[in-house]
């Protein structure tokens, strides 16, 4: 018998590939069935038996969990750019401990329909605003509720409380002005192991009592905290700090208890999210081939993409004389004009280098959105955070969605939907967050939220991003680009708080 044509050695592997890939494919279903059921078994399972109810106090959207024969009440509050779904680990904890609980909205967070107002600089200005919403949600849970809130709604809650007969106040993250040595009476504060400034503050606020006092030493009613191994977001799901929120309040109100079942629902989250993200791989194989020329932009100069690195530095300088200021959310405009300039730019440059963009393929670019947008988005609204938007944010989605996709296209032609080489992605990534930065740079005072819109941004690109390099392969680049863009501009559309100077 003869040794195998060179060409029946190459028929034999690529008919070994396909099946390999076609297994794949029922391998990434079937383990993303799998996990998606495990975490959402493990969240549901948190969840308190509890009556609950959504309303409003006035225009600020609330919702309570409300037990039999409560032990207390405690007010829940969220920090800056939060909202009601990113507190639910303590929610759902005291809940389940026997407390009833009310959880809001701020004034421009989640679904509240108001925006901030005010000067952000002064605390008459939106400060006072949101103490004056924070007690008339206190006022409306019952007497005498316990506080409990995270980052900037540490320094609203203990300015609510001045003056009023109120719980034990528990600062997550704290920071506020309004501390004294006698204000509030009863305090915990707990701060991450890897917040060194509000680490500092929270050791501060203890020693306004004792002088020596330091961390896990109660003073005065007072004990400071550091969380181990967590960040400014960790925190809010870090076993320790709900253990130790739920310890405090239960010796404050005499209630002894074995170890109390935690709502530890941050891993199953992250779980739930990456088994979304799995499944959307087989589901492309699913979805009809894109066009013919699907692989038009393969080739892109490598000065073409250096150009579009040296202008997306350049962009912070060139828009920096604009000042739009028609859109009720902070940074809106600048972000919008940031993202349009810089993807018209690039959209320019790699034209001028003759790399063709393809066509669009609309079924895949439209099965991307609704995947996104829909069971992505229907997650994290349920579990992790507001992602469903009211009308109040539409102009904002729809001025963002000019800027953005524009620069998700350029983005998408110029790595190749994401199958590009890795150095590729990585220069336009570093010049981008660089951009940001500059911009933070040269207008510090007007773009400094831009620092808290660079995570979400991260989290983007590594989560949807794969997506888009799946879709891509199938479509080519356009489809992604097209539907990232459009989820990019909804996803900073919900997380930043609406805002009127």
């Known amino acids: 018998m003869g040794q195998p044509r060179p060409r029946q050695l190459l028929t034999g592997r690529l008919a070994y590939l396909a099946g ?46 409300r037990v039999e024969d409560p032990i207390a009440t405690v007010v829940v509050a969220h920090g800056f750019a939060g909202s009601r779904p990113l507190m639910n680990a303590f929610s759902w904890t005291l809940a389940g401990a026997g407390y009833n609980v009310t959880a809001f909205d701020f004034e421009g967070h989640g679904t509240n329909p108001v925006p901030m107002q005010g000067d952000v600089n002064e605390i008459e200005g939106v400060t006072a605003r949101l103490v004056a919403e924070t007690r008339a949600v206190m006022d409306a849970a019952g007497p005498a509720p316990a506080l409990l809130g ?25 920071f506020s002005g309004a501390v004294t040595p006698t204000h509030p009476p009863n305090m915990l504060l707990i701060a991450g192991e890897w917040e060194g400034r509000l680490i500092d503050f929270g050791r501060e606020a203890i020693q306004q009592v004792d002088a020596e006092a330091t961390e896990g030493e109660v003073v005065g009613g007072r004990m400071a905290l550091i969380a181990p191994n967590v960040e400014h977001v960790g925190i809010l799901f870090a076993p320790f700090t709900l253990r130790e929120t739920l310890d405090w309040l239960d010796d404050f109100y005499g209630v002894a208890r074995p170890a109390p079942a935690l709502a530890t629902i941050g891993y199953p989250v992250l779980v739930l999210l990456g088994a979304l993200m799995v499944l959307w791989r087989p589901i492309t194989t699913l979805l009809p081939a894109g066009p013919a020329d699907r692989e038009a932009a393969a080739a892109v100069p490598r000065k073409a993409l250096l150009w579009c690195a040296v202008f997306q530095l350049f962009t912070p300088i060139a828009v920096y004389w604009i000042e739009l200021g028609v859109l009720p959310v902070l940074v809106a405009d600048y972000l919008a004009l940031h993202l349009g300039f810089a993807g018209l730019m690039q959209l320019l440059i790699l034209r001028h280098f003759g790399v063709r963009f393809g066509r ?67 220069i336009l990534r570093t010049a981008f967050f660089a951009s940001l930065g500059l911009a933070i740079a040269l207008d510090f005072e007007r773009l400094f939220f831009l620092f808290l819109i660079a995570p979400v941004i991260l989290l983007f690109f590594l989560i949807f991003g794969m997506m888009g390099r799946w879709t891509a392969d199938r479509a080519g680049p356009l489809a992604p680009g097209v539907a990232l863009g459009l989820i990019l501009a909804w996803s900073l559309g919900v997380t930043f708080p609406l805002f009127e100077a």
């Open 150 to 174: 995270h980052s900037m709604a540490t320094d609203v809650l203990i300015r609510a409380a001045e003056g009023r007969e109120t719980g034990p106040v528990v600062a997550i993250s704290a």
């Open 360 to 426: 669009l393929a609309y079924l895949p670019a439209a099965s991307l959105l609704a995947w996104g947008l829909g069971v992505f988005g229907l997650a994290i609204d349920t579990y992790l955070a507001n992602f469903h938007p009211n009308a109040e944010r539409a102009l904002i989605l729809a001025a963002l969605a000019l800027g953005a996709v524009p620069y998700m296209v350029a983005d998408a032609v110029a790595t190749q939907g994401g199958r590009g080489k890795l150095w590729h992605r990585l």
């Open 20 to 65: 390999w890939q076609a297994n794949l494919r029922w391998v990434l279903l079937f383990v993303g069935l799998v996990l998606a059921a495990w975490a959402l078994w493990q969240l549901e399972g948190h969840r308190p038996d509890a009556e609950v109810t959504r309303g409003g106090v006035g225009t600020t959207p609330v919702t309570e969990w």
